[in-house]
């Protein structure tokens, strides 16, 4: 048990509890109802899909080797929406499980396309690497949004753009335990996510199969960004932020910070929704809206103090 | 990044004037075509109309296409345009916040002429500073000077995002009306003063061609040849200041028409002269958007398509320069 292991779960229990006593309605004679219908399942909605964003958020880092991809800055996000959108339109039926998989396949197209793009580029220039990302997610969003638009379909891509976890109920959020579980996955193979941030030949001479633990990686990746998307829409940020400051702070053993950046990514994002739910009581601020707001502002801080530059790349 | 990135045969067959003259001829056919193609109906009516159109374009085109010759030298680079660096995130901030301040109805019975220069006062100062900022913590090293540009403008988008869920619905649809570029309906009183203003401006950029040359060649040398260097690109961001709020504020953001025409009037006419290189590229970011109108408009039978063109055709010119700038 490292500290900020501990003050990280005493933080997140403290969010928790706060979290199951905000709301529009109060908590009286039919408050444990309330509490099972609502409030706890929007709080784990919470947790898990923190956890699991600056999990996925780690996992892109080490592939990439470049410490500030996240999935919504390399396509990862837009593409999950373009195949929702795409899947919408072609069985609009579908059950929920079959739109994850579209959305999942076009993450990972997404992600591709990204790999493929940065495959030309030199490594030297880390600050490169996300910046094509986030115009090749621009060109994304950009096609998506005229897509919807010719397909009168625009108020979807809207709850799918920001992140928003007021319709959680119990029922309607549980895709996130498995995404949660990827998270979990990827703490077990911590070990080998380390090697494969060494780059391939040392890697290969670790004797790591790099090329298979680059396709689980991105599948893990796509998979978490899709079911985030489709249970709760993006929340952008909390994939880079995160692991940034943990390694800022614990440096780069993922066996030993993994799990101090779950926590990390799981306060972030409940932390979040608590202040979206103040801000304007008893109406809501969408928690996208806010980690965005806090999460480019927090970047910009990584990106300009000095840590940033020696950790680059 | 080099100056060659698209260096083509095609540049040694034609002088820069040539070549510049060559623009101005399209330029003319493109109004031309656009004043004439598919008049019917009350005739005189309809070339009022297409005359005050026609004129937002070229002030919007020129000034833009100006705008960003002059900032691309300063910055030093041939990527960077302001809209890149976060301008246009900047400019919907600052409506929001008027909005948000002002009221939605406040905002809406202003006075258009005074909100106008209230719009384009308040911007040129925040741009001022914003550029300021940036190329302070530039001369360390660019790609971060541009992903720190690009972040700003996340921010500045999310923040006014979070304050547009704060507003009240008839607020928020004063807000989205000015959210995309739109050359309908441009008020004819602004459109005077933009005219006025530029037709200041863009005299005093090209009285400052020889001395932007000589900055063109980099902060040291031009300290050597005797050019007070920082007030020289103090001066020149307060000109690109000027014109971009002018023209964000007169139809709102087109963020990389200025990367289109800048890239095109350095390729067509191949030479560092920035006597020619303004005029040059005002008049190619005019012809793009009286063409790319033309066609949509007239041709097509599109009214909202042009900017999302511009934006997407922009965006992978980006890319390409990006990829190109990282393979020398």
């Known amino acids: 048990m490292t500290r900020p292991f501990i003050i990280a779960v005493i933080v997140l229990t403290c969010l928790s509890v706060l979290s199951l006593l905000i709301g529009a309605s109060r908590l009286d004679g039919n408050a444990l109802h309330l509490l099972t219908i609502s409030r706890a399942p929007r709080t784990l909605a919470a947790l898990l899909c923190g956890a699991a964003m600056a999990v996925a958020g780690v ?15 390399t396509g990862t996000t837009e593409g999950a929406m373009l195949g929702l959108l795409i899947i919408t339109l072609i069985a609009p039926g579908a059950p929920v499980i079959v739109k994850m998989s579209a959305a999942a396949l076009a993450a990972l197209g997404g992600v591709a396309g990204f790999l493929a793009l940065i495959h030309r580029l030199s490594p030297r220039d880390p600050f490169m690497v996300p910046l094509i990302g986030l115009i090749w997610s621009g060109i994304l969003g950009a096609g998506a949004t005229w897509f919807a638009w010719h397909a009168d379909l625009v108020q979807y891509l809207g709850n799918w753009m920001t992140g928003d976890f007021s319709g959680v109920l119990a029922g309607r959020y549980e895709l996130l335990w498995l995404a949660g579980g990827i998270a979990a996955l990827a703490y077990i193979s911590a070990d080998a996510l380390t090697v494969t941030g060494l780059g391939a030949a040392r890697a290969r001479a670790l004797g790591l199969d790099h090329r298979r633990a680059m396709q689980l990686g ?61 801000i304007r009581w008893p109406y809501e601020i969408p928690v996208g809206t806010v980690v965005g707001v806090a999460g480019a502002a927090i970047f910009l801080w990584i990106l300009n103090t000095r840590g940033g530059h020696s950790h680059a790349g | 990044m080099q100056a060659d990135i698209l260096a083509s045969p095609l540049r040694m067959t034609m002088t820069p004037t040539r070549a510049t003259w060559l623009i101005a001829t399209v330029l003319a056919l493109a109004c031309t075509a656009f004043m004439t193609v598919g008049l019917s109906g009350r005739i005189g009516f309809i070339l009022e109309l297409r005359a005050v159109k026609l004129a937002a374009l070229l002030v919007v085109g020129g000034g833009i ?72 913590t530039r001369r360390a090293d660019l790609s971060r000077m541009l992903l720190t540009g690009v972040i700003i403008g996340v921010l500045l988008r999310s923040l006014a995002g979070l304050m547009q869920r704060l507003m009240d619905p008839s607020e928020f649809a004063v807000v989205q009306s000015a959210m995309f570029a ?15 203003l530029f037709a200041v401006i863009l005299p005093l950029a090209q009285a400052m061609a020889g001395r932007l040359d000589v900055m063109a060649l980099g902060r040291r040398n031009a300290l050597g040849l005797g050019l007070d260097h920082d007030r020289a690109v103090l001066g020149v961001l307060a000109l690109v200041a000027a014109l971009t709020a002018c023209a964000t504020a007169l139809v709102g953001p087109i963020s990389f028409l200025g990367l289109l025409a800048a890239s095109l009037a350095h390729h067509l006419t191949g030479t560092h002269r920035h006597a020619v290189l303004i005029p040059a590229s005002a008049l190619l970011g005019a012809a793009i958007l009286v063409i790319g109108q033309t066609v949509f408009e007239r041709v097509l039978g599109q009214q909202s ?23 020398k």
């Not at chain 1, 996992?59 to 800055?73: A, D, G």
């Not at chain 2, 042009?306 to 990829?323: D, K, M, N």
């Open chain 1, 59 to 73: 996992i892109m880092q080490q592939l990439v080797r470049n410490r500030f991809v996240e999935p919504s800055t």
């Open chain 1, 218 to 278: 991105l599948g893990a990746v796509a998979l978490v960004t899709a079911l985030v998307v489709v249970t709760v829409g993006a929340v952008p940020f909390v994939g880079l932020v995160v692991p940034n400051l943990v390694s800022r702070l614990m440096g780069d053993n993922l066996r030993r910070t993994l799990p101090v950046v779950a926590l990390g990514g799981a306060a972030l994002v409940l932390g979040a929704d608590i202040v979206g739910r103040l």
């Open chain 2, 65 to 136: 296409g100006a705008a960003t010759v002059l900032f691309q030298t300063v910055a030093a680079n041939r990527i960077l345009t302001p809209g890149i660096l976060g301008f246009d995130a900047l400019f919907l901030f600052i409506q929001t916040t008027l909005v948000m301040s002002l009221g939605g109805l406040g905002f809406a019975t202003l006075n258009t002429g005074p909100k106008f220069l209230i719009e384009t006062g308040v911007m040129m100062v925040a741009a001022s500073a914003l550029f300021g900022l940036l190329f302070r």
């Open chain 2, 182 to 196: 739109s050359f309908n309906g441009v008020e004819r009183t602004n459109l005077a003063i933009a005219a006025v």
């Open chain 2, 305 to 327: 398509s042009l900017a999302v063109i511009i934006e997407f055709g922009g965006g992978l010119l980006f890319l390409t320069l990006v990829l190109k700038g990282m393979l």
